[in-house]
C-alpha cells in the first residue's frame, strides 16, 4: 500500500492531467453527440454546424471565383460542394472539426494553471481550427478538381496533416508559453 501510494504522489501531475482530459474529453464528447442526435441521418438530416462549414468554404471559395455552390445531398446527409459545375467533394460531419476541436480543448484544459487565459486560448484555437478547416476543405475542393487521381493522398494524408498539424502546435505554445505549467515546474 505504501509503495502505491509513493506512486500515485510521485505521478501526481500526470494523473491530474490525465483526468482533468478525460473529464473534459468525456462530457464534451457526450454532449455532442446529444446535440448530433436531434438529427435523423436516415432521413438525411445534416447538423447545423456542418451546414455552417460547407457553407462558409463555399463563401471562401467565392471569393477566388464565381463558380462555387454547396448543395444538399439528397441521397445522404452530406452537403456537395460544386466547382465549375463539377460535383468535387462532399462534407460530412466528420469535416466540421467539431471533434478535432473538443480533442484540442480538452489538451489545453488538462494543462491549464489559470481559468481566464484557458479560456482564452481555448476560445482562440477553436476558431483558428475553425478558420483553417474552412480553407483546408476549400483548398481541397480545388485540388480535387485539377488533381482528382491524387484524392487518397490529398484527402487521406496531405489535409489531415495540415489541420492536426496545427492542432500540435497549438498544443506546444499553450504548454510552453501560455499556460503557467512550465514556470510552475521550474
Same mark, same amino acid.
Given at each position: 500500500?505504501?509503495?502505491?501510494? %509513493? ?28 446535440? @448530433? ?6 432521413? %438525411? ?13 463555399? /463563401? ?28 468535387? #467533394? ?6 466540421? #472539426? ?7 480543448? #480538452? ?6 494553471? /489559470? ?17 483553417? %478547416? ?9 485540388? @480535387?478538381?485539377?488533381?482528382? /487521381? ?35 515546474? %521550474?
Amino acid at each position: 500500500m505504501h509503495v502505491l501510494k %509513493n506512486t500515485i504522489n510521485q505521478y501526481k501531475p500526470f494523473f491530474a492531467f490525465l483526468i482533468k482530459f478525460l473529464l473534459f474529453y468525456v462530457v464534451f464528447t457526450f454532449i455532442y453527440k446529444m446535440y @448530433l442526435s436531434q438529427y435523423d441521418v436516415a432521413k %438525411n438530416e445534416v447538423d447545423y454546424f456542418t451546414e455552417i462549414v460547407s457553407n462558409q468554404t463555399k /463563401q471562401f471559395m467565392l471569393f477566388f471565383t464565381d463558380n462555387a455552390q454547396s448543395i444538399k445531398h439528397h441521397k445522404e446527409p452530406s452537403l456537395k460542394i460544386f466547382y465549375k459545375e463539377k460535383y468535387v #467533394a462532399r462534407v460530412i460531419e466528420g469535416c466540421n #472539426a467539431v471533434s478535432i476541436m473538443i480533442l484540442f480543448a #480538452a489538451f489545453v484544459f488538462a494543462f491549464s494553471t /489559470q481559468w481566464k487565459k484557458t479560456l482564452l486560448f481555448i476560445v482562440f484555437g477553436i476558431v483558428l481550427i475553425h478558420v483553417l %478547416n474552412v480553407i483546408r476543405i476549400a483548398l481541397l475542393s480545388f485540388a @480535387l478538381y485539377y488533381y482528382p /487521381q491524387y484524392e487518397e493522398l490529398l484527402h487521406g494524408t496531405i489535409f489531415p496533416l495540415f489541420i492536426y498539424g496545427v492542432v500540435f502546435v497549438l498544443w506546444i505554445l499553450w504548454v510552453t508559453k501560455f499556460s503557467g505549467y512550465v514556470k510552475r515546474t %521550474n
